[in-house]
């Protein structure tokens, strides 16, 4: 027998090793002696063989042995390894309606830092008496803009890059992934009439390139108040309330002039965030947005704008747990590393 | 936009630093997002008086020189200077100073502070300066002499001040709103100042020619297209030169970041960020015919615009055309045919009042956006076009060394109407909730450009009638005038009540968060971690994973039309991609035990009559996954790999503690491209969810160590079932003994043991609390195709059960699992 024909011998035996289905102790077994076996495996016989080839191309044949028989040794570790786990193979023959059972904890599990952060913001509001609301997060233009005061071809309509399923009319109707929550807003007093005192939580979207500190998505919580005494006074209040509870007693905060398209009188608030290693020992740092209700939206659900006023606000649940917990790159949210959930 | 505070000082008079000048503006509503400083501070810095000079005893290069600096003596510094002399007013750093001068070693600018010092064992207060080492040019080839008339003393910043030479500036980049048309220039910012610091102010005085004259005749303007031209005037300036604009100009438009060309459009940057009206000069000379039409673009007609790129016009855009075509985009970007050279000596100043939607679909069809359409769009002042167009007109005189033709050009086919709004001060009351008087009121709308109407001078009581000034077109009700005050007036001024009525509203138990909530206890308890994945994800994953397999919903993916990126440009139709990331992740960092949770939504194009907006489908879904060992070594255990009956049990016991029994589960063995076999769970035939285990393919391509075992459940459709369920009621305890039974069956090996327990649970009626199975046997005591299961029962009701009636229920199972499942009962 010439040269070529055990290489030959060789590579077949390794295309044979690979393909192996070894499903089973038994198989495994069977598989170990066919090839490894001392009196008829077949590397072992190969290996007997060895005097056929001319001597300077032992070397190279022995060495190709070698690594067919680690080859043999490594396929039998993996499917008992595959064996180890119950069903840790592509198997076919299990009873899936067995009972299962309950694995005790390897570690301790953990809730998100942004459904803490929200719950703790949700928990002050229903300490409040607010209800929570949630909404569609494709919504169309009625509800995500026009409704809240955005008028076509309005360049307030530019301040959030939107993201669209369908386009604008008149090739399509306009359906959007919502830009903020204050779409709920709308279906809320679509359906009940005030007095309205609800919060609405949720995942809202932004055409923008993804960098530490934005990305596609973000969640959004906002409050809504309609009454027929509603001010822009209580408005503070109920907010100045909140960023005491979050942030301390203490806390000291400003209202600025601003601009959102559904709320008229509109503000932006800051809180005085303490930093003694920067010039001023501190800096205001923009929390959320809010301000009384625009008569035009209240005119879209019919709620009459002179019997009912109402104050609205919204904040960013991943800007204020990057602050809460000094977090630095908005991603590490949305990344899951195991290191990072694991400190909350 | 950026606004030069140098800049500003020309129209309001305050003494306000940049930082509280950028307060008062963010209080205002106009929130500065950084200053920056340019240019040296030369605090220290005053004019001195060379009185006498004398040699240095101890160095040929330097000199004594006694310098009055205003104070009571005069003091002595050592100058090197060869050009200082007696007699000289001087520019002088006094000790305590700090300049930034280049360091001996690297040449590279430091500041450092001057003190008293001894030069070769002369003493030295302070130091006569050049020009380069106050940051006012680059000659050191002697010191800075000053006008003979300087004042002693007077600090040097001011004395520079006084020559319209500035030292320093501070820019202001202010986040404008999109309703502040009128705060785009420096004038609208300084008018926010002036109400604010309560003074008046000052916009340059211009001479405005009436319509008409020789302009007019030179170029007649023919307006087609007045629903977009609301208004087009035109002045022409003759015999100049274009060339470099003088320094003052040049330094004032790179301080708000725009690039100095030449002194023409210089003069039209300038003017449209001092007055926030765009303007566009034109080479007459190069204007056909020469008469302007504005008109709608022909179809396909093409313009090579100022930036030199040939563009084709798309429908609907307003052009300025001449004799020959078209020579400019409406309130966009000039054409280059007709671009300021220096050749040109005519010009053509043209300032227009375009339609804002025009605008604004134009430079977004065309992808352009400009600083002329950012301020057409927004609406520029309808009356702001004679005062611009003169105010170039006459800074192109000066500057260009022109003559300025007679008349102006005004082609106007609309004339707007003084808005007019009412506003009461009842419901400026209700809106704020608290009182402004009616005086403060009128004086703060007074300040901004608003006038008081005369009829409300009478009858206070009816609401002030209010005319709102041509260049706010953002003020159209009541509420927008309301928003002027409260801005104003001062929103921290507005004070907090004391008490506030909370309305009145039944707050409601939110069954369904609590049901989430106490689903994530336990999902922790059992050392499950909380996810949250991006909800955009590659089109191909979103249309592999769109299958009812996994969502329980027959539905297509959802592409978005404007994608940021490849990666997202479609809506997950299930959580399981974004569950192999994270598992793939951390797999790949070596995690070991991993086990994850995300609630979310899921999205697919759906006909859903329930969904809010038709055609979509939409629903919040949970997804557990784990992989990895399910139990560690160490004490008198072993480790232990994770399999699908962990997983299992997980969701068993989560869907038990929230009070679901008698799942159906449904089977599937088969391999296929995502998931090796799978189990689909049920209720009264509704698709609650699926546990299965990922596919080996699915794992090489989600780039997976180790299979992943993940169950995917349509919380909505759970939490509809839970909330729906009757409240819970007390049953009372049974003082009677359950009683235990153990039954063991033979059936076929391959049948599968939900099936049994099923049928256990029905034969068993209300007497069988429970049942579970404790045992299977395949081996040498029972035929080789078979095997034995185990069950153990308990039976129990509200009084003690005799033998004879357990027996009967015994056998009533036995028979129901031989009839159906052909089981033997294990003798």
């Known amino acids: 027998m010439d040269t070529m024909t055990l290489r030959d011998e060789i590579d077949a035996l390794s295309q044979e090793i690979e393909a192996a289905d070894l499903p089973s ?33 032992r070397g190279k044949t022995g060495q190709a042995l070698n690594a067919l028989k680690q080859q043999a040794e490594a396929r039998i570790e993996l499917a008992q390894a595959a064996l180890t786990s119950s069903d840790g193979a592509e198997r076919t023959d299990l009873d899936l309606t067995l009972p299962g059972r309950v694995p005790a904890p390897v570690e301790p599990g953990s809730l998100h830092p942004l459904t803490q952060t929200l719950e703790e913001i949700k928990g002050i509001f229903r300490h409040f008496g607010f209800d929570v609301a949630e909404g569609p997060e494709i919504e169309d233009d009625w509800h995500n803009f026009t409704a809240l005061n955005f008028p076509p071809e309005h360049p307030a309509r530019d301040m959030q890059d939107t993201l669209f399923v369908e386009p604008p009319p008149p090739d399509g109707r306009g359906i959007v992934m919502r830009t903020h929550t204050s779409p709920a807003q709308i279906r809320i007093m679509e359906q009940q009439a005030p007095p309205i005192r609800v919060i609405v939580p949720g ?46 007693d203490d806390v000291k905060m400003r209202f600025r002039p601003s601009f959102f398209p559904f709320t008229e009188p509109s503000a932006e608030v800051d809180i005085w965030w303490a930093d003694e290693t920067i010039e001023g020992g501190g800096r205001w740092m923009e929390i959320l947005g809010c301000g009384m209700v625009d008569p035009n939206v209240l005119e879209a659900v019919d709620i009459d704008p002179e019997r009912y006023t109402g104050y609205a606000w919204g904040m960013g649940v991943e800007r204020m747990a990057m602050l809460k917990y000094g977090v630095d790159d908005i991603r590490l949210f949305y990344e899951n590393d195991t290191r990072f959930l694991k400190q909350f | 936009m950026n606004i030069s505070t140098n800049w500003l000082a020309d129209y309001v008079e305050h003494d306000l630093s940049p930082d509280a000048l950028a307060d008062v503006l963010t209080m205002l509503g106009l929130e500065v997002e950084s200053v920056e400083t340019h240019g040296r501070d030369l605090t220290g810095v005053v004019v001195g008086h060379v009185l006498d000079t004398r040699p240095h005893p101890n160095a040929d290069r330097l000199t004594l020189c006694d310098v009055d600096l205003g104070g009571e003596s005069p003091v002595q510094i050592v100058c090197g200077a060869p050009n200082v002399a007696a007699g000289q007013k001087v520019p002088v750093a006094t000790v305590g100073t700090t300049l930034m001068l280049p360091s001996r070693k690297t040449g590279e600018l430091e500041p450092v502070t001057l003190s008293k010092a001894k030069l070769r064992g002369e003493e030295s207060s302070g130091m006569i300066c050049a020009e380069d080492e106050l940051g006012l040019g680059t000659d050191h080839d002697g010191i800075m002499v000053l006008d003979a008339d300087a004042p002693v003393g007077q600090p040097f910043a001011q004395y520079l001040a006084e020559r319209g030479r500035t030292t320093s500036d501070s820019v202001l980049d202010i986040a404008i709103t999109p309703n502040r048309p009128d705060a785009v220039s420096h004038l609208g910012v300084a008018r926010d100042v002036a109400a604010v610091v309560d003074t008046l102010l000052t916009r340059p005085e211009i001479e405005i020619p009436q319509p008409g004259g020789e302009a007019a005749e030179m170029v007649p303007v023919e307006i087609e ?90 429908t609907g855009t307003v052009v300025v055309a001449d004799a020959d075509g078209a020579s400019g985009i409406a309130g966009v970007m000039g054409g280059a ?90 419901r400026l009351t209700r809106i704020l909730g608290t009182e402004i008087p009616v005086d403060e009121v009128k004086r703060l709308l007074t300040a901004i450009g608003f006038e008081i109407g005369d009829a409300s001078v009478d009858n206070p009581d009816a609401g002030l009638n209010v005319v709102v000034p041509t260049f706010r077109p953002d003020i159209e009700r009541e509420i927008d005038a309301i928003e002027e005050v409260a801005r104003l007036w001062g929103f921290d001024r507005v004070p907090t009540p004391e008490a506030t009525a909370v309305p009145y509203a039944p707050p409601h138990p939110d069954r369904a968060a609590q049901l989430r909530e106490s689903v994530r206890s336990h999902l922790v308890g059992l050392g499950f971690r909380e996810l949250y994945t991006n909800s955009l994800i590659p089109a191909p994953v979103a249309e592999a994973f769109a299958d009812a397999e996994l969502v329980g919903v027959e539905m297509e993916s959802v592409e978005t039309v404007n994608a940021i990126s490849r990666e997202m440009n479609a809506l997950r139709p299930s959580l399981l991609p974004g569950l192999l990331g994270a598992m793939s992740y951390n797999q790949n960092r070596d995690a070991g035990a991993l086990r994850f949770f995300e609630f979310g939504h899921v999205y697919g194009r759906a006909d859903d009559p329930a969904n809010a907006i038709e055609g979509y489908h939409e629903h919040t879904s949970l997804i557990l996954g784990m992989s990895g060992p399910a139990q560690m070594s160490g004490g008198d255990q072993n480790e232990r790999g994770t399999d699908f009956f962990d997983l299992k049990g997980v969701v068993e016991h989560l869907l038990r503690s929230l009070g679901i029994a008698s799942i159906e589960e449904v089977a599937g063995l088969e391999a296929n491209e995502r998931t090796a076999y799978r189990l689909f769970l049920d209720y009264n035939g509704q698709r609650l969810g699926v546990i299965a285990r990922t596919s080996d393919a699915l794992g090489d391509t989600s780039d997976l160590q180790e299979p992943v075992y993940f169950a995917e459940l349509d919380w909505d459709t759970l939490s509809a079932l839970l909330t729906s369920q009757p409240p819970t009621r007390y049953t009372p305890i049974s003082r009677a003994p359950a009683v235990d039974r153990d039954l063991a069956v033979i059936v076929g090996k391959t049948a599968p043991v939900g099936p049994l327990l099923s049928a256990i649970r029905e034969a068993g009626g209300d007497l069988l609390q429970s049942a579970r199975v404790f045992d299977l046997y395949e081996g040498d005591r029972i035929e080789a195709d078979k095997k034995s299961i185990a069950f153990a029962l308990r039976f129990g009701a509200d009084k003690t059960l005799t033998d004879k009636v357990i027996d009967k229920r015994v056998r009533a199972i036995v028979d129901r699992l031989g009839r159906d499942h052909g089981a033997q009962l294990r003798q």
């Open chain 2, 225 to 314: 297209a007045p629903e977009v031209c609301h208004r087009f005037v035109g002045m022409i300036v003759r015999g100049v030169t274009v060339g470099e604009s003088p320094d003052w100009l040049k330094v004032r438009l790179e301080a708000i970041g725009l690039r100095p060309r030449n002194n023409v459009v210089d003069i039209t940057n300038y003017v449209m960020m001092e007055s926030g009206q765009p303007l566009h000069a034109y080479d007459l000379d190069k204007v056909a015919g020469p008469r302007f039409v504005v008109r709608e673009a022909t179809p396909e007609e093409k313009l090579t615009t100022l930036d030199d790129k040939e563009r084709t016009l798309p």
């Open chain 1, 203 to 248: 995942r809202v979207y932004r055409n923008e390139a993804i960098s530490y500190k934005s990305y596609c998505l973000f969640h959004q919580i906002e409050g809504l108040v309609v009454d027929e005494h509603a001010t822009f006074a209580d408005l503070k209040e109920m907010l100045h309330v909140f960023a005491q509870a979050l942030f301390g």
């Open chain 1, 25 to 57: 102790a038994d198989e495994i077994e069977a598989f170990r002696i066919r090839t490894l076996g001392r009196k008829s495996g077949a590397i072992t016989a190969l290996f007997g063989r060895i005097t056929e080839v001319e001597p300077s191309e």
């Open chain 2, 337 to 426: 045919d007709s671009e300021i050279s220096e050749s040109t000596t005519t010009v053509f100043i043209e300032g227009a009042y375009w339609d804002p939607v025009t605008i604004r679909k134009t430079a977004k069809a065309l992808g352009m956006q400009t600083d002329a359409s950012y301020r057409f769009e927004r609406g520029v002042d309808t009356e702001g076009q004679p005062w611009a167009v003169a105010r170039a007109a006459h800074l192109t005189a000066e500057l260009g060394g022109g003559e300025i033709v007679p008349g102006l050009i005004d082609a106007r086919p609309v004339v707007p109407e003084p808005r007019e709004v009412t506003l009461r001060p009842s």
